[in-house]
């Protein structure tokens, strides 16, 4: 207790003497409140890192929690909490204003993978073209023997509207095309997975963090990945750009991060690096090609002209 | 010992939880219509629109402008429902009338009790089970894609409303006087006749009360029917098909909107309409009630 008090005068002096200074300041001295909401997509990545990072800065006390990315953004954009977790770019669910008051912090990236059942898997269906998945997730296509595949009903499973990994596929999987045709929706990626086990016949899509990570891989039984236009769904294929199904994950705050906030980011891209490949995300910095992917360059008009 | 002070502050006690209760609902539904309308008035649906269209297309941000047709979750939480009644009330009667008329002493000190654990089992756990056990069965049973549908949320739904309407029907029809029944006895009427003639009649408009409370349960039952309904927002394809409900499609897309936006907004309109139906369902126990009352005097 007595160590803390010091601590956290220290602290505050040192504020006080320089507001800029801070570089790699000891974090065993840093202290804060830091709550994060918002994308379920990132949380365990979130959640991960401030585990980690309570330990070698036990001063900073982080929560996380998800909500989805709307509720995230809009969240930061109220000062309800510090940090919004999102998925998508915070112009496209804000108001211009209240969105250019928030500051963008892009900590990693995600891959999404087009997944089926395995009886589907092992019917043929290794990989499959953007055309054919537009026209599957679109409700044309009803039968598997029209991709190569048995002749077997297709059953959607999906994420509902709003969910952030389903603006992603739609966005880079479909090219903006919108999802429609009956499908089975699921709240979490975790019940999409059980719903494509128990579904013969059925195709979904899952972030790779769903995918990848070792624990990842009971959840897996009876699913299979299938690759796009014969890229499979790996980060190798993501930094390489061969594969461009990824959207970059935003930690946004309102303003400048505070000195916590900004020390918890900095350690996400920093050291958490080697965590965020195991946890099945993938590193910012290793990232070849960027294009469409950077809010500028994203198809233009297609959020309004929904 | 007695005291005019305590019995005053526990009058005013009584009193204000009393008035509790009657404002705690009333707020809810006046929170709700608000919450509810926004629907309408800010996004500009309609009514019709919302009712009669299929298509529930909503966006997750302020601007809005997309398409907010219920009917499928409307239509889809009458079936399984329905399915569930169709289900459940000739068991329940059976065992009812089997418990009262037919095994009294038995019925009671074991059936009743073992029907009374089935109230008591949380709604997560009959979906869990009939997601692990009868979604399977029905799949391997009737070579289906998928055993979640229709027929296994109404399945889930009749075993979870089952209780419910057995415990009122054996209440009422144990009601009925035992001098009606001698009198039948009497005339030469046979166990049969005395049930089917003498005491079900007399216990109708009760044992209609039952029913209508395993509906009003069913109606707003979300969790374990979502687990095994395959929530798929479309007609279902008959017995076997997919649908969503009106609780199924609150809880699946409540986590992932943005409060105010015109998804969210479309999400607390279907939640007024199922306040509203629940306040329906009161309204008819107690129209029938007095009905019964009247004709029993």
Request: with cysteine; aromatic share 8%; charged share 15%.
């Amino acid at each position: 207790m007595k160590l803390n008090k010091i601590a956290a005068l220290t602290m505050a002096s040192a504020m006080i003497m320089s507001m800029t200074a801070f570089a790699d300041a000891d974090l065993s001295k840093l202290s804060g409140d830091v709550s994060c909401t918002g994308s379920s997509a990132l949380q365990p990545l979130v959640q991960a890192a401030a585990d980690k990072f309570a330990e070698i800065a036990p001063g900073v006390n982080i929560t996380v929690d998800a909500g989805g990315s709307g509720q995230g953004l809009q969240n930061v954009s109220d000062g309800t909490s510090t940090v919004g977790d999102s998925d998508v770019f915070a112009e496209e669910k804000l108001d211009a204003d209240k969105a250019a008051e928030l500051v963008d912090h892009q900590v990693c990236a995600i891959g999404m993978a087009v997944v089926v059942s395995q009886d589907v898997a092992d019917g043929g269906v290794k990989s499959l073209t953007t055309d054919q998945l537009v026209s599957i997730f679109t409700g044309e296509t009803t039968n598997w023997k029209d991709v190569g595949g048995p002749d077997e009903e297709i059953t959607l499973v999906l994420r509902p509207e709003g969910s952030g990994t389903r603006a992603t596929f739609e966005k880079y999987a479909l090219g903006g095309a919108e999802e429609a045709g009956e499908a089975m929706e699921n709240d979490n990626s975790a019940e999409l997975q059980k719903a494509l086990q128990d579904t013969n016949g059925s195709v979904g899509y899952l972030a790779l963090s769903y995918i990848l990570p070792d624990e990842a891989q009971e959840a897996m039984q009876g699913i299979a990945t299938v690759a796009i236009d014969d890229v499979e769904p790996t980060l190798e294929n993501i930094y390489n750009g061969t594969y461009n199904v990824w959207a970059y994950e935003h930690m946004y705050t309102k303003g400048e991060a505070d000195e916590a906030t900004q020390a918890f980011i900095d350690y996400i891209t920093g050291d958490f690096s080697d965590d965020v490949e195991s946890l099945g995300y993938a590193v910012s910095s290793k990232l070849t090609k960027t294009d469409g992917h950077t809010g500028e360059a994203a198809p233009a008009g297609e959020t309004e002209a929904q | 010992m007695y005291s005019k002070g305590k019995e005053k502050t526990w009058k005013f006690f009584v009193l204000l939880c009393g008035l509790l209760m009657i404002a705690l609902p009333i707020a809810i539904g006046i929170f709700l219509a608000v919450k509810g309308n926004a629907l309408f008035y800010q996004y500009h649906h309609t009514l019709g629109e919302f009712l009669f269209t299929t298509t529930w297309k909503l966006k997750d941000d302020l601007v809005g402008g997309g398409k907010g047709g219920a009917a499928v979750f409307i239509v889809g939480s009458l079936i399984v429902c329905g399915l569930a009644l169709l289900i459940a009330v000739p068991f329940s009667l059976a065992a009812a009338i089997f418990m009262t008329e037919i095994a009294p002493k038995w019925g009671t000190k074991i059936l009743r009790p073992a029907v009374e654990i089935f109230v008591g089992i949380p709604s997560v756990v009959y979906g869990w089970i009939g997601m692990t056990v009868l979604v399977p069965f029905l799949q391997n049973v009737f070579h289906l894609k998928t055993g979640r549908s229709v027929l296994a949320g109404g399945i889930v739904l009749a075993v979870m409303i089952f209780p419910s309407i057995t415990t009122v029907a054996a209440d009422a029809i144990r009601a009925v006087p035992v001098s009606a029944r001698m009198a039948a006895y009497g005339l030469g009427a046979t166990r049969w006749q005395v049930t089917h003639q003498i005491v079900m009649p007399a216990a109708q408009t009760s044992v209609l009360t039952g029913v209508i409370l395993g509906l009003a349960r069913a109606f707003g039952e979300a969790l374990a029917v979502a687990m095994v309904i395959g929530k798929t927002p479309a007609f279902p394809k008959g017995i076997f098909g997919q649908t969503a409900t009106m609780t199924t499609v609150i809880a699946s897309r409540m986590a992932e909107l943005m409060e105010g936006s015109e998804a969210k907004a479309g999400l607390w309109t279907i939640a007024f309409i199922l306040y509203l139906i629940s306040l329906f369902f009161i309204f008819l126990i107690h129209i029938i009630a007095a009905k019964g009352a009247k004709k029993n005097k």
